[in-house]
C-alpha cells in the first residue's frame, strides 16, 4: 500500500513539508527526531524519537530502516544531513532517491532542478520506496492542520564514528537554511571581521541569519557553512539582503525560492539587479550604516 512518512530532523520540517504531503495526496506518518515537535500536524500519526543530538548517518540510517520499512514514500526537507542519512537508507533498503524535489505531477512523478536551476528535469521513480529529499517553498502550506495520535520509539543507533565534542559557530542566530530573514554579503566585505560587523549587525538588528557568497568564503572572510548558492546551502526566506554580492548563476540557484530579494550593489549593471525585487544601487559600507540607523529607530 502506497504510505508517506515524513521525517522531521528538527521541530518545524514536518509542519514545512505539509503542503508536500497535501499535494502528494497519499495517507501520511510523520517521524519527529526532535522531542519539541509540535504534535497538530494533521498526520495520521506522529512517531517520536526523542534523540538528544542527530547522531552520525551512518548509525542512524541503520537505526531508521526498521521504522521506514513499511512505507512506499519517505521525504524529508532538503539539506546536508538529509540528504546523508536518506541516501543511505536507499541504499539499505534497496529503494530509489530523488533529491531536492520543488514539484511533482504524480507519486512517480517529481520535478528537480539542475544545472544551477536553469533546467527543471522531470524524474520518474521506476522503484519504490523513494527517498525524497524536498525543497517546501514549492509546496504551500495547507491552512487548517488536524490532530495525531503519537507513538514513542526508541531506536538502535551504532554508528561507525562518534562525535566527541561540537561548538557551535553560529551563536544566537537562527538557522540558515530555515531563517525568515537572512543578510548576506559577498567579496567586497574585505576580511571576517568587517564582515561580522556589517553583514552580522544588520542580520542581529533583524533577527535574521547571515550568508555568504563563494568568493566571500573562499577568500576566508566567512565561514564555509554560510555559502549559499549551488554548492552551498539553499535558502528560502520572506527577505534575502544581497550586499556586494553580483548575482552569479550559482549564487541565485541557492536563493531563487525567496519571498523578496533586496540587493545593495554600487554597479548599476550587476545582474543581480535582474533578479531582485528592489535594488539599491549604492557603497554597502554607506548604505547599511544608514539602513541601521533607520531601523534602529
Ligand atoms: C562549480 C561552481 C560552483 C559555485 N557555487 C557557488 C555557490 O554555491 N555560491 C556562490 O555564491 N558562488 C558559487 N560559485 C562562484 C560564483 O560563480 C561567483 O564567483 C560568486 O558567486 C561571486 O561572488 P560575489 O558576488 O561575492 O563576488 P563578485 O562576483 O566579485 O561580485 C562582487 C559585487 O560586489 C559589488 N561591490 C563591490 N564593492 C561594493 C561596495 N562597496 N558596495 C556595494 N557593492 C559593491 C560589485 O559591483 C560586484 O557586483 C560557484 C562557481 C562554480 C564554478
Known amino acids: 500500500m502506497s504510505r ?6 528538527q521541530g518545524h520540517e514536518a509542519e514545512q513539508l505539509s503542503g508536500f504531503a497535501q499535494k502528494l ?18 498526520a495520521d500519526l506522529v512517531i517520536q524519537v526523542a534523540l538528544s543530538d542527530i547522531p552520525p548517518a551512518d548509525g542512524l540510517a541503520k537505526g531508521l530502516q ?32 530523488v533529491t531536492d524535489a520543488v514539484d511533482l505531477d504524480s507519486p512517480t512523478l517529481f520535478k528537480r532542478p539542475m544545472v544551477a536551476g536553469s533546467v527543471i528535469a522531470t524524474v520518474k521513480v521506476l522503484a519504490l520506496p523513494v527517498f525524497l529529499t524536498v525543497r517546501p517553498a514549492g509546496f504551500p502550506k495547507p491552512a487548517k492542520q488536524g490532530t495525531s495520535q503519537t507513538s514513542q ?7 561507525k564514528a562518534s562525535r566527541i565534542d561540537s ?24 576580511d571576517a571581521a568587517t564582515f561580522e560587523q556589517v553583514i552580522g549587525g544588520l542580520a542581529d538588528q533583524l533577527g535574521g541569519a547571515v550568508g555568504a557568497t ?7 572572510i566567512a565561514p564555509n557553512e554560510l555559502q549559499v548558492g549551488q554548492t552551498g546551502k539553499i535558502v528560502a526566506p520572506d527577505l534575502y539582503i ?12 541557492g536563493i531563487k525560492d525567496s519571498k523578496t530579494i533586496v ?35
Open 4 to 9: 508517506l512518512l515524513l521525517i522531521a530532523f
Open 25 to 42: 495526496g497519499l495517507p501520511y506518518d510523520v517521524l519527529s527526531l526532535d522531542s519539541k515537535a509540535a504534535l497538530d500536524l494533521g
Open 66 to 97: 526498521p521504522i521506514v520499512a513499511p512505507y512506499s514514500h519517505i521525504a524529508a526537507v532538503s539539506n546536508m544531513a538529509t540528504k546523508d542519512v536518506l541516501a543511505r537508507l536507499a541504499g539499505l533498503c534497496d529503494g530509489s532517491m
Open 153 to 159: 520509539v526508541s531506536l538502535v543507533l551504532k554508528s
Open 167 to 190: 561548538t557551535s559557530r553560529g551563536g544566537a542566530r537562527p538557522d540558515l537554511s530555515q531563517a525568515k530573514v537572512v543578510v548576506s554579503g559577498g567579496r567586497p566585505l574585505k
Open 214 to 220: 563563494r568568493a566571500a568564503v573562499d577568500s576566508g
Open 242 to 253: 544581497a550586499a556586494g554580492i553580483s548575482g552569479s548563476t550559482q549564487h541565485m540557484a
Open 263 to 297: 540587493a545593495i550593489n554600487k554597479d548599476p549593471d550587476a545582474p543581480i539587479f535582474e533578479f531582485a525585487d528592489l535594488g539599491l544601487v549604492a557603497d554597502l559600507y554607506q548604505a547599511i550604516p544608514e539602513l541601521r540607523e533607520k531601523l534602529g529607530k
